[in-house]
């Protein structure tokens, strides 16, 4: 395998990898934006809160949930990222694999057509043929 075809499926896993972090950024971007919003709501609460247009226990329960759902939101970013990094790797890590095995494939090929060259032409030389 020449050094273009390896350069050209490296480019390929490059743009790969790529996009998928193109991906794992837009999905942060969204989950960003769900915790901005829901920080948002909490600010909100806290005024209301502070000013009393809602009873204490309610405005309290609403608070503890947000906070839960931010932190659950984040938990499944965390763990989001970890997964779909981890499947990109082995991933990446297995096309690696088999291109190296190609190649070493293409290089026991180019032996053994060398060699077959070797003797096609030793075997013309000694039975006094010119090879072309």
């Not at 972090?21 to 920080?39: K, M, V």
């Amino acid at each position: 395998m020449s050094a273009p075809d390896l350069d050209f499926g490296l480019h390929i896993e490059t743009a790969r990898l790529q996009e998928f972090l193109a991906q794992l950024l837009r999905s942060q971007e969204l989950i960003q934006r769900r915790q901005d919003e829901l920080t948002s709501t909490v600010d909100a609460l806290l005024k209301k809160l502070d000013s009393g247009e809602h009873g204490i226990e309610e405005q309290q329960q609403v608070l503890q949930k947000l906070q839960s759902d931010i932190a659950s939101l984040s938990e499944r970013l965390d763990s989001f990222d970890k997964l779909r990094i981890g499947e990109k790797m082995e991933r990446y890590d297995s096309d690696h694999n088999d291109i190296k095995a190609f190649q070493s494939q293409i290089s026991q090929l180019d032996s053994k057509v060398g060699s077959a060259d070797l003797a096609h032409t030793h075997w013309g030389l000694r039975s006094g043929w010119k090879l072309a």
